[in-house]
Each structure stands twice: as C-alpha cells, then as structure tokens.
C-alpha cells in the first residue's frame, strides 16, 4: 500500500492475478478428472506430474493470499492508528476528497 493508503496498481494485480490463479486451478484440476479414464503410462505420469504442479501451485497461492492479507491489516491498522493519533487531519482528508467527489459529480 502507499502512504495514503489506497491500493496500488501492483496490489491490484496482486489480487487480479490470486483470482486469475484460482481459475486456472479450477480448470486444471477438471481437465484431470476428465482424463482420469484415459488410459496409458504416458497419460498416468502426465497426471501425476500435473497433481504434483497443482499442489504446489496451490500452496504458493495460499502463501501469495495470506501475504496480501496480512497487508492489508496492517494498512488497516496504520489507518486506524493515524485517525487515532490526529483526528482532525483525518476530518480534513475526509471533507477534501468529499468535496472533490461532490465536484466531480456535480460536473455530469
């Protein structure tokens, strides 16, 4: 996260490419229950070299979510903290981006 606490474009993809990794899981792990009747050795250690590929793909993706969340609490935790330490400041932030929603809305 940067300093005012929004999402940065490379937190963005961080969580694009989490959702995107869970698809191609999903695929994977359904195109080897459909190739699980198809017979031959090559088919047999093809698979098992996929179960193996997926496995650690998934615990990567648990360690790539885990990451982001621990992230995000602890950008959470520094929001709080800061509105905590300076109220006001956190009043002003919060009336100026207000006033420049209520601007850019009020251009339509």
Known sequence: MNNNNLPSPVDVSKEQLIADFKVVIADAEALLKATASQ?????????AKTEESLAVAKEKLADAQEALVAKTKAAARATDDYVHDKPWHAVGIAAGVGLLVGLLIGRR
Do not use: D, S
């Open 39 to 47: 017979g031959g050795e090559a088919m047999a250690n093809l698979r």
